[in-house]
């Protein structure tokens, strides 16, 4: 039994970057010999177990064959006669491919480390085509790793890919797995740019415009450091109100991502007015955008905002109107109205109106 350390620990160790996660393939065991060491079986798809101790993952070493198309269609062999080759064969990208024996030696047999070196993405086969995944995973690599650059024949590839429709396999919940993560990125702006110069961008987010502004304002916000949800309504500033329902539900984007991007984009007009709204429109505004329930999504929504119109002074108005109409005791009012319970909601409105005309002040 030989133990390797394989895929990104190794590459970001390359790279001098911080290393988060180890991955480590086992050539020449069996399931049982990984059993009486006391690893714990967790795959569903091919053997994979967990250190006793670490909890890293140990994969047995495995080959794979396509059956179907998607990245579902796929069927493994285990064998204590697959080679480390065999194994690093199938994997996405050279710079993935590299393996590193218990005594740091390397094995790199598609030339791994002069990619890395030359700052290049190259897939290891004709196996990566298919696997639609991969074009995703390429996207989010190229917005993580900014200097990078596609090699021609990949590129070529990933279009083919798309052509005979691959990518229309893919399911959903993975799209938005990929998406997500490379909108997290250091430069998202370049997984959109991969993605189109595929064709892959119609295909998976045909409501999506691919805009050069677009693309700068994605990069902003992750240089602001924002939250996924936040970069996500960003994402959908140029997305009508019903499109982003629609992409949300055919991409299962979690509520309170789709809920965010639907608001930052509905009162973009109002944002832009800020400084001119009157108390009454400030506090229509915090009461449809339910900032009294939920103070924290109101402030997502002006970081999303202000990082678009670039507008610190208008987000600042926003809070502070904000304050002013949670400040008012909406309880005490509306026991102040038990003979007429009808009027309650205008009641605490204009009070609400009036706490934001004093709060304000000048503003």
């Known amino acids: 039994m030989k133990i390797y350390t394989v895929g990104g620990a190794v590459r970001d160790q390359l790279l001098g970057l911080p290393v988060k996660d180890h991955d480590h393939v086992v050539v020449g065991a069996t399931p049982e010999d990984m059993l009486k060491q006391g690893f714990r079986p967790v795959g569903k798809d091919f053997p994979v177990f967990l250190h006793p101790k670490t909890q890293e993952e140990y994969a047995l070493a495995r080959t794979e064959r396509k059956t179907a198309p998607g990245y579902r269609g796929f069927v493994f062999h285990t064998a204590p006669d697959v080679t480390l080759e065999e194994d690093l064969v199938r994997r996405d990208l050279t710079i993935n491919a590299i393996a590193r024996a218990e005594d740091g030696t390397l094995t790199d047999p598609f030339g791994g480390v002069a990619d890395i070196e030359n700052k290049v993405f190259r897939h290891v086969s004709e ?8 074009i ?53 702006s370049r997984m959109l740019v991969v993605l189109q110069q595929c064709g892959a961008l119609a295909r998976l987010l045909p409501e999506l415009p691919f805009d050069p502004a677009l693309l700068s304002l994605l990069d902003r916000a992750a240089t602001q450091q924002l939250a996924l949800p936040e970069r996500f309504a960003v994402l959908m500033l140029q997305v009508g109100l019903a499109q982003i329902e629609q992409l949300s539900l055919r991409l299962r984007v979690p509520n309170e991502c789709r809920e965010l991007a639907v608001m930052a984009a509905r009162e973009q007009g109002q944002f832009a007015a800020a400084l001119s709204l009157s108390a009454e429109q400030l506090v229509s505004l915090c009461e449809r955008c339910d900032g009294l329930r939920k103070p924290e999504r109101f ?48 009641v605490i409105h204009a009070a609400r109106v009036v706490a934001v005309e004093a709060g304000l002040g000048g503003q």
């Open 127 to 134: 196996a990566f085509g298919e696997d639609p995944v991969r």
């Open 299 to 346: 402030g997502q929504m002006l970081a999303v905002l202000a990082c678009a119109r670039q507008d610190a002074a208008a987000a600042n108005r926003l809070r502070a109107a904000l304050a002013a109409v949670r400040s008012v005791d909406a309880g005490a009012l509306a026991q102040g109205c038990a003979g007429n319970p009808k009027s309650i909601p205008g």
């Open 136 to 188: 995703l995973r390429l996207a989010r690599f190229a917005a993580r790793f900014g200097a990078f650059v596609i090699a021609p024949e990949t590129l070529a590839l990933m279009r083919t890919m798309t052509a005979a429709g691959e990518v229309d396999a893919l399911v959903a919940e993975r799209v938005w797995q990929e998406l997500a993560k490379g909108l997290m990125e250091a430069q998202p």
